[in-house]
Structure formats: structure tokens, C-alpha cells
């Protein structure tokens, strides 16, 4: 409704206003979140998460309608159509933006149970924000380099319980627990540095995915697979900037739905057969997704 508004005008609407909202609505959860560890009682714990989830829901509703506010927003929605999930799921995208959060949150919500991400460790010292995430459930991984790892192998050890920590709390709500498995945003520049075999992903990192499924995999109803595309940014590869300027106008999702199986269930830290197959199996997915990304492309280009 204001997208007609000059981008500068817009950008100051929205750096209020979203970062507004956030900061509103972490004030809350995090003092519930501290009330939480203070009274480590069950009965007290499981109602200041239910309210903690509410809190969220309202911060997904208000970022859907500050995002229609500003942008000439328009959905393509592609694929299996969104089931309506009773109990828990688990939702795995690529990862293109910051704006990727929003989106999801948007894309799904009413559909699926509140969404947590699994984020980077780093982005827990966003003042506020960063301790409301973690007061919410959020799983905070650190992404090691293969470098380091194999100096100091104890350092998996650490995203692993912080993995497990992080399903466990599904025993006091459903949830969806949302993992961008590349582990970090895709840039052209990352890519190359990474050795991407992909055209427009980073390769995926599948181990938290994995983890995750072997806690959970028998309580979630699905497993969403999403693609994310963003064409016509006047920033390239950074949608985020447009959506601040009011200038994100085409989304396309496609949502794969995948049944829990043995493909997706079995011991990923003990078993070489299965940590093998399912890294193929993902592989696989990933080879999938960014063919359809190129035929997006393709065909948004020739518009």
C-alpha cells in the first residue's frame, strides 16, 4: 500500500518498524525466558513457553503486515500444496537473505506450529533480539572449519547438544524447527570459496539436519522441503536490501513434502552406512533444488 513511497522513505519505515517489532516484542520473552531458568518448575516452565510461542506469533503477524505495507510483495507458491501439521515438523530451504526468516515465517504461518530456526551462534549477541532467541528454544550451532574441527574434533560435540537440547523442548509444544542447511547465506563469492558443485547453493551441511531427525524423526508429521528464489532485486543477492527499500516485489517458494523414512531416520553419528546414504540423500535434494532454481531463472529473465 505504500510501495509507491520513494525508497529512502520506505527504508525509514521499515528500519522502525521491523527492528521495532522485534525489539517490542524480546523485551517480554527474554524476562520470561529468565523467569523460566529462575523457577525450574514444570508446570511454570510449560506456561511461559506457551506464552513465549504466542509472543512469536504475534512478531511473525506483524512482520507479514509491515512487509505487505511496504512492498509490492507478490507469491508464487509452487509445488505440493502447505499441509495443515497438528503436531511437530521439521522444514529445510535454502539460504539466500536475512529476508529468508521473514519469508518462511510468512510463508507458512497458520499452516505449521511456530517456527524455530537454527541460527548462528554469532547472532546471539544482537542486543535483545539474540537473548529472546535463546529464551525461545532457538538452536544455536557454531559453524567450525574443517580446519579446526580436525584439531579439536570436541568442538562437534557442542552443536550436537545444542541440537538435542533444542528437540527436547518439542516435549512442551508442537513445533517446527526450520534448518537453513547450507549453514550460511549463498553469495556467488562463498561459493567459489567453498567449491560449490552447485550453480546457486552453497553445498549443504547436513549433520544438525541429521541429528535433529534422528531425536525427533518419529514425532514429526513431515518434512517440508522449501526453494527459495528471489528474482528482479535491484541489489543482487541481497533481497533483504530491497525489502528494507520496499522493492521486493516476486517470491517463489516451492514446498516439497517428504514422509518421514528410513531415508530420513537412522543414527547418523554411529552409523557409516546411514551418515553415507543420507549424505547422498540430501546431495540428491540439493542437485534438485538448484536445477529448479536455474529454470526460475531462465524463465524470470525472459520476462
Not at 513511497?5 to 525509514?12: E, K, R, V
Not at 515438523?89 to 537473505?97: A, D, E, G, T, W
Not at 547453493?201 to 534422528?214: D, E, G, Q
Amino acid at each position: 500500500m505504500l510501495s509507491f513511497l520513494p525508497a529512502p522513505i520506505l527504508f525509514i519505515i521499515n528500519i522502525i518498524l521491523i527492528p521495532g517489532n522485534s525489539i517490542i516484542l524480546s523485551l517480554p520473552i527474554m524476562l520470561l525466558g529468565i523467569l523460566r531458568f529462575l523457577i525450574p518448575v514444570h508446570a511454570v516452565t510449560a506456561l511461559i513457553e506457551q506464552t513465549n510461542l504466542l509472543l512469536y506469533r504475534y512478531w511473525v503477524f506483524n512482520n507479514t503486515l509491515i512487509m505487505h505495507l511496504t512492498n509490492p510483495l507478490k507469491w508464487h507458491i509452487s509445488g505440493d500444496p502447505i499441509p495443515e501439521v497438528k503436531n511437530s515438523c521439521v522444514v529445510i530451504s535454502n539460504h539466500l537473505s536475512w529476508a529468508d526468516i521473514l519469508i518462511l515465517s510468512t510463508i507458512y504461518r497458520g499452516h505449521i506450529p511456530t517456527t524455530k530456526f537454527f541460527m548462528k551462534h554469532s547472532l546471539i549477541y544482537i542486543p535483545l533480539v539474540g537473548l529472546a532467541c535463546y529464551a525461545l528454544g532457538m538452536p544455536f550451532l557454531r559453524r567450525y572449519p574443517k580446519e579446526k574441527l580436525l584439531k579439536n574434533p570436541e568442538l562437534r560435540l557442542k552443536d550436537i547438544e545444542t541440537t538435542k537440547a533444542a528437540c527436547r523442548r518439542l516435549a512442551f509444544a508442537p513445533t517446527s524447527l526450520i534448518n537453513f542447511v547450507e549453514g550460511t547465506r549463498y553469495t556467488p563469492d562463498k561459493a567459489k570459496l567453498a567449491r560449490s558443485p552447485y550453480k546457486h547453493l552453497m553445498p549443504p551441511k547436513v549433520a544438525s539436519l541429521a541429528i535433529a531427525l534422528s531425536q525427533i524423526g518419529k514425532e514429526i508429521d513431515v518434512i517440508l522441503n522449501t526453494t527459495l528464489y528471489y528474482p528482479n532485486n535491484q541489489y543482487p543477492h541481497k533481497p533483504f536490501i530491497d525489502l528494507m527499500c520496499g522493492r521486493l516485489s516476486d517470491i517463489y517458494a516451492d514446498i516439497q513434502i517428504i514422509k518421514p523414512s528410513a531415508e530420513t531416520q537412522g543414527d547418523y553419528l554411529e552409523d557409516k552406512v546411514y551418515k553415507h546414504d543420507f549424505t547422498l540423500y540430501m546431495r540428491k535434494l540439493w542437485t534438485e533444488k538448484d536445477e529448479l532454481i536455474e529454470k526460475l531463472h531462465q524463465t524470470t529473465e525472459k520476462k
